[in-house]
């Protein structure tokens, strides 16, 4: 059975702070690992990471896909309170189809 | 770019009625769509595939007869819940891949469901 795990699943965290959330999977035939982050309504597109060790970044966020530990992490550094979100991790397997984490929820208090 | 529509945003409907919901690829052709839907606090549940043309896959434990999908077009899928009840109550999210050679879904709004 396909595992997507995120830790932690909640977190409140001052403006300024450095947040790391954690993705670990358990899949066949990976492809990829994306990054979503939701916020009212439906997710909107950070991140897709097919290769180790080559970190992405956007601004303060950034991810790193670990193929090895089968994990990845996202970070945000300086957050700012429009960064309280859901994160969501997702995988692509060799089927196309994505199975989800059960996201991180982050809250960012001024 | 990249830009994926959901009608309606929400909606209220009596126990026993259907509805149903379009999704649309605005300024791309999207080859695949998916329909997932999103009980409150849990992640997002994929409950069908569908590709232009040919008949949706279901995920285990969704019933096709229920949710009827249809892909007619390349821009255009819809989402029928039949015979709705107040269980099939939820956020339903569409999301549509431009074509097979790229792994990145462009999600819809979301249509709120209510069944009263």
């Known amino acids: 059975e396909d595992k997507v795990v995120q830790s932690p699943l909640s977190l409140v965290v001052h403006e300024g702070d450095t947040v790391t959330l954690n993705c670990s999977y358990e899949v066949t035939n990976f492809r990829s690992l994306l990054w979503y982050k939701q916020e009212k309504k439906a997710p909107t597109f950070l991140f897709m990471l097919?290769?180790?060790?080559i970190e992405k970044k956007s601004g303060r966020l950034s991810s790193i896909l670990d193929k090895k530990e089968l994990s990845s992490i996202l970070n945000i550094t300086a957050t700012q309170t429009g960064d309280s979100a859901i994160y969501l991790c997702a995988v692509k397997k060799g089927n196309n189809r994505l199975a989800f984490g059960k996201g991180n929820q982050v809250v960012v208090i001024p | 770019g990249a830009v994926v529509s959901q009608h309606p945003s929400w909606v209220i409907c009596k126990s026993g009625t259907s509805v149903k919901i379009e999704c649309r690829s605005l300024d791309f052709q999207a080859t695949t769509m998916f329909w997932y839907r999103q009980f409150p606090k849990q992640s997002l549940m994929l409950m069908a595939t569908s590709n232009e043309g040919s008949k949706a896959t279901y995920e285990q434990g969704v019933e096709k007869d229920k949710f009827l999908i249809n892909h007619a077009s390349l821009t255009l899928s819809t989402l029928t819940v039949t015979s709705a009840h107040p269980e099939d109550s939820s956020f339903y999210i569409c999301s549509a891949r431009p074509g097979q050679d790229t792994d990145t879904q462009y999600f819809g709004p979301g249509t709120r469901l209510t069944v009263l």
């Open positions: 097919t290769s180790s060790g």
